[in-house]
């Protein structure tokens, strides 16, 4: 009984690392407004060492339209920039030589269809990931010795309801960041 819950639990917590990536993956696509979520993967080779770029600069957003970036070491800030430009996020940082500037243009009607297609990609792709939550867990559930059929069916049935609910959550989020999105 206790291995039943036990693998359960498992799906579970496999399921919600799923959807915890896809709202990371989320905070990422960008909906027309300055984020500091926008920059955070960024990489800054900082005494020859890859570092986030919030462990060498305070990163703020003054406004709705602009990031900006104030390393804590001036040296840095080429670095930083470099670091920006190699990323590919689509930003020209403008640096005044204390801080580093970035305009987030408006999205264009094109570039949001892009963004909400994007989502869509990570949602099916999550999907995925709580699908093969569940056949792990099934699988699981299979390879149990001395438990009754009718438990391991309850077992099975707990585990397809939790399938369907984290399912319909990533559809619920998609739904949410499309709207986000689309919204001029």
């Not at 993956?25 to 500091?36: E, N, V, Y």
């Not at 800030?77 to 970035?102: R, V």
Request: hydrophobic share 40%; charged share 30%.
């Amino acid at each position: 009984m206790e291995d039943l819950e036990m693998i359960i639990d498992m799906v579970k917590q496999e399921m919600d690392a799923a959807m915890k990536h896809l709202d990371h993956a989320f905070q990422k696509i960008r909906a027309g407004r300055a984020s500091t979520t926008m920059v955070q993967d960024v990489m800054v080779e900082y005494y020859g060492a890859p570092t986030p770029i919030n462990q060498v600069a305070n990163v703020m957003v003054p406004d709705a339209m602009t990031i900006s970036i104030q390393p804590w070491d001036r040296t840095a800030i080429g670095a930083i920039e470099k670091a920006i430009i190699n990323s590919n996020l689509g930003f020209a940082p403008m640096n005044n030589g204390e801080n580093i500037i970035l305009n987030v243009p408006p999205l264009t009607e094109e570039r949001r269809r892009e963004l909400a297609k994007h989502a869509k990609t990570e949602t099916e792709s999550t999907k995925i990931t709580v699908r093969n939550a569940r056949q792990d867990g099934m699988k699981e559930l299979k390879k149990l010795d001395g438990v009754s059929e009718d438990l391991i069916k309850d077992a099975e049935e707990k585990i397809q309801v939790v399938t369907d609910k984290y399912v319909k959550m990533c559809d619920e989020h998609l739904k949410v960041k499309e709207a986000e999105i689309m919204k001029v």
